[in-house]
């Protein structure tokens, strides 16, 4: 497999999405969030999505461009609509939107509408945190998705995925999970990998258990399972009520036959730590709290008690410092589409 350095994995999705049509500021934006998921170890998240999205692109889902629209506002809340410009775009836009409310009032809520695939949701919970903020977000599938509601069978609930956050020390806590049992990324992954997936993960079109991403493919395909193995029905659970605040209450909606898989609705939550306690006591508490945490017995054979987030930080540490390999299909995928593009890398 291929390695290349963030910056050319950066330049690359820049190079790509320019080619396409993508406004330069905008293009930029997103080349950074594509290539920062594969920094961290987002793989699923990072410059693969390069064909989604230029298969939005020329379907006409995505709108090259768009301005960002503030539909309401008031003193700690914001509606944006992305007119179906990139969901990176409108995800900044409601996170620049969202701290500065949360700074003046002390806490804000920002919705989002007619958005397209935001990429890497913990990446805006991050920001927030590394600027002395908690946060909640979470999105929502208003068109087809890829999971199962708990005891069916067919793709009718997105990923719907959850992000919170809080500064720790000089980094942050962030924990980013989907309410499904894996993300689709991972399994496109695998696809292009030629692997199976573990367990658990997925069923065929008759709703058999299967390790095999082929399966869950093509039409009528199979579909994802939701968080919790027997216990499903509590990620079916956090999906649906994802589905009343991403969908419902930021306009986006729900069961939408006119987008594409991925597309998005969105609600961020931010909290301005100072304005509730001092954030040396917070700070002091939460190192306390983490010691407490790692210090505990551990099981047979676990040598470390890791925090949400912390993995990521230890990749993005030596990923920075290696390079990220690509998946050899993958890199055939992306020359290919520049090709056709007209596009050098």
């Known amino acids: 497999m291929p390695t290349f350095t963030i910056d050319q994995l950066r330049g690359i999705a820049t190079k790509v999405l320019t080619a396409a049509g993508v406004p330069?500021?905008?293009?930029?934006?997103?080349?950074?969030?594509?290539?920062?998921?594969?920094?961290?170890?987002?793989?699923?998240?990072?410059?693969?999505?390069?064909?989604?999205?230029?298969?939005?692109?020329?379907?006409?889902?995505?709108?090259?461009?768009?301005?960002?629209?503030?539909?309401?506002?008031?003193?700690?809340?914001?509606?944006?609509?992305?007119?179906?410009?990139?969901?990176?775009?409108?995800?900044?836009?409601?996170?620049?939107?969202g701290l500065a409310q949360a700074k003046a009032m002390g806490t804000a809520t920002v919705m989002i509408r007619n958005c397209n695939h935001v990429g890497r949701l913990g990446s805006y919970s991050q920001k927030a945190a590394e600027r002395g903020f908690a946060?909640?977000?979470?999105?929502?599938?208003?068109?087809?998705?890829?999971?199962?509601?708990?005891?069916?069978?067919?793709?009718?609930?997105?990923?719907?995925?959850?992000?919170m956050s809080a500064p720790w020390g000089q980094s942050a806590l962030v924990l980013d999970m989907t309410t499904s049992a894996t993300a689709e990324g991972k399994l496109r992954v695998a696809f292009q990998k030629g692997e199976q997936v573990p367990e658990g993960l997925i069923i065929d079109s008759a709703g058999n258990p299967t390790t095999d991403p082929a399966k869950f493919y093509g039409e009528p395909g199979g579909?994802?399972?939701?968080?919790?193995?027997?216990?499903?029905?509590?990620?079916?659970?956090?999906?649906?009520?994802?589905?009343?605040?991403?969908?419902?209450?930021?306009?986006?909606?729900?069961?939408?036959?006119?987008?594409?898989?991925?597309?998005?609705?969105?609600w961020m939550y931010f909290v301005d730590i100072e304005q509730f306690t001092t954030r040396a006591e917070f700070d002091e508490l939460l190192a306390r709290y983490v010691e407490s945490l790692k210090t505990s017995k551990k099981a047979p054979g676990v040598t470390e008690i890791l925090m949400p987030g912390e993995i990521e930080l230890r990749r993005e540490r030596q990923r920075r410092s290696e390079g990220v390999a690509i998946p050899d299909e993958t890199w055939r995928q992306i020359n290919e589409l520049a090709a056709k593009l007209g596009a050098t890398l």
Do not use: W
């Open 24 to 97: 330069a500021a905008d293009a930029a934006v997103v080349a950074q969030e594509l290539a920062d998921a594969n920094a961290v170890g987002h793989d699923s998240h990072g410059v693969m999505r390069l064909m989604q999205y230029v298969d939005g692109i020329q379907k006409g889902f995505f709108k090259l461009g768009t301005p960002i629209e503030i539909v309401k506002q008031g003193g700690s809340f914001t509606v944006l609509d992305a007119n179906f410009n990139f969901g990176q775009v409108a995800a900044m836009k409601g996170l620049e939107c």
């Open 135 to 163: 946060s909640m977000m979470s999105v929502n599938a208003p068109g087809p998705g890829g999971v199962a509601p708990y005891g069916g069978i067919e793709k009718k609930l997105g990923t719907n995925p959850i992000s």
């Open 223 to 266: 579909a994802i399972l939701p968080l919790g193995g027997l216990m499903g029905f509590k990620g079916f659970g956090l999906s649906v009520m994802i589905d009343v605040f991403g969908g419902m209450l930021s306009g986006s909606g729900v069961c939408r036959t006119d987008l594409p898989r991925g597309s998005n609705g969105v």
